[in-house]
């Protein structure tokens, strides 16, 4: 009886550890495409709460028409959980944004996740390729992913 006990908690020991990783991985996936939805819904206030990238700037300058404020929608084709680098988790994204202003594109980009402060956030961002299109791009539909 105290043997199977004391299995019963090695494990429980043993899964609890090894759930944290995919815990944290669902938590940055469900994190970017909260960013994603809040830009495609253009409620900037909630998406800049999800960041701390100290080079998108203060709020006036991400939400403004020239940066992130230009974007009227997003099609999404594809996220997903990439390798982390040291503590934070990569998400790779997938998609079209519709912006006027500066132009359309599909970006293939990744996100960084990780604690700020208390918090998680998006804590750093890598372009990996970039397609500008005309501005006869029209969204499909919002943050639908394309099969």
Known sequence: MMRNLL??????TVMLFFNQPIKAQDEALKLVKSFLNDLDKQDFKSAYHRIAVPSWGDFRNFSSPSSFGGIKAINLFEIKVENDIDSLTGIYVDAEYFDPTNGNARYKEKFYIGK????????????????????????VSSLTVKH
Not at 118 to 133: G, N, P, Q, T
């Open 116 to 139: 700020s402060g208390e918090e998680l956030k998006i804590v750093k961002f890598k372009l990996r390729w970039c397609d500008f299109r005309n501005n006869s791009f029209k969204p």
């Open 7 to 12: 299995l019963l908690a090695v494990f429980n």
